[in-house]
Nanobody
C-alpha cells in the first residue's frame, strides 16, 4: 500500500546539476523526517541529507553548499537539488521516509525507495 519512488537520476557531466524527486503515495499517514542516502559502487550506503517535517535540514559535509534538500508536504514529496556535481557523487541514491501512524508506542515506521542511479562522468 505504501509506495516510495525516486526519479530524476541519470548521466551528467562534472559541474552539472540534477534534481531528484521522491514521492510517497498510497498512504493516509503523515510523514515525519525525509532523507536521501547514497551508495557508491563497492561502498556502504550513507546519509546525504535529511529534512524534518518543519523544514530543518542536515547535510553530509561533502555536499554542503552544493546540494539542497526540500519538501512539499501537500504533495508528500522530497527533493534533492544537486549542483556542481563531481565524479565522487556517482552512486545509487535512495529515498528514506518516516511515516507516523499516530498509534501505539512505536508510531513511526521507516520506508525505502528502490533507488535511482546518478552517474557523473565526462
Amino acid at each position: 500500500q505504501v509506495q516510495v519512488k525516486e526519479s530524476g537520476g541519470g548521466l551528467v557531466q562534472p559541474g552539472g546539476s540534477l534534481r531528484l524527486s521522491c514521492a510517497v503515495s498510497d498512504t493516509i499517514f503523515s510523514i515525519d523526517d525525509m532523507r536521501w542516502y547514497r551508495q557508491p559502487p563497492g561502498k556502504q550506503r550513507d546519509l546525504v541529507a535529511a529534512i524534518s517535517k518543519g523544514g530543518r535540514t542536515n547535510y553530509e559535509d561533502s555536499v554542503k553548499g552544493r546540494f539542497i534538500i526540500s519538501r512539499d508536504n501537500d504533495k508528500n514529496t522530497v527533493y534533492l537539488q544537486m549542483n556542481s556535481l563531481k565524479s565522487e557523487d556517482t552512486a545509487v541514491y535512495y529515498c528514506n521516509v518516516d511515516l507516523n501512524r499516530g498509534l501505539g508506542s512505536r508510531p513511526v515506521v521507516g520506508y525505502w525507495g528502490q533507488g535511482t542511479q546518478v552517474t557523473v562522468s565526462s
